[in-house]
């Protein structure tokens, strides 16, 4: 077993049977993808503990009427990359589900399209017009030799703002800056003033 450094300062979690390492690369993208492009949508609300590393999602496949319900806790990597640090996912009943939906949390909303390779999320609510595409890998050797498709923007991978643990918080204004460093603008909420 192999201790990982992560999480809270000094803080010293144990990679076990459950827990696996997570490895993404994340990219902006200027609007989502074309619906002929699309394998697989989601409607997903996560809902993010507060005080904790704990994430309530409900993943909603319209389209077959299946949905699915899970706690996942993320102790983030103490390193830059693909390696974004241990997940341990725990599948629930809708009971399950609605005794930690009660629990005090922050909120945030989006549609997932499969469109392979890149899982591409877009955003409601006041994070309305961001696009992210994410990319999974089981190796760093795979991570590192992925090209990204024409549509990726820029690589957000080791920019921690773009995660959803600090996008649940953030308001538009910041958003907004955070994009303009990227060269990028939010366009389709001109009805919502800044």
């Known amino acids: 077993m192999t201790d ?10 144990r990679r076990g049977k459950y827990a ?22 989601r409607v997903i609300a996560d809902r993010y503990l507060v005080g904790t590393r704990l994430r309530l999602r409900r993943a909603e496949r319209l389209d077959v009427g299946s949905c699915e319900l899970k706690l996942t806790q993320k102790v983030p990597a103490d390193r830059p990359g693909a390696v974004q640090g241990l997940i ?8 399950e589900f609605d005794l930690l939906a009660s629990l005090p949390a922050a909120v945030l909303s989006k549609t ?13 609510g006041s994070l309305e017009g961001l696009v992210l595409g994410e990319a999974e890998f089981t190796s760093d050797e795979e991570a590192r030799a992925f090209v990204p498709p024409a549509e990726c923007v820029a690589e957000v991978t080791k920019d921690v703002r773009f995660t959803g643990g600090r996008l649940v918080g953030v308001s538009r204004r ?3 800056t955070w994009l303009a460093e990227y060269g990028m603008s939010l366009r389709n909420r001109e009805e919502t003033p800044l």
Do not use: M
């Open 4 to 13: 990982w450094a992560g999480g809270e300062q000094g803080e010293v979690v």
């Open 174 to 176: 910041e958003l907004v």
């Open 112 to 124: 997932r399209f499969s469109v392979p390779p890149l899982g591409v999320d877009v955003f409601n």
């Open 88 to 95: 341990t996912n725990t599948y629930l009943s809708p009971v």
């Open 20 to 41: 696996r390492v997570e490895r993404e690369r994340r990219f902006l993208l200027v609007e989502p993808p074309a619906p002929s492009a699309v394998t697989v949508t």
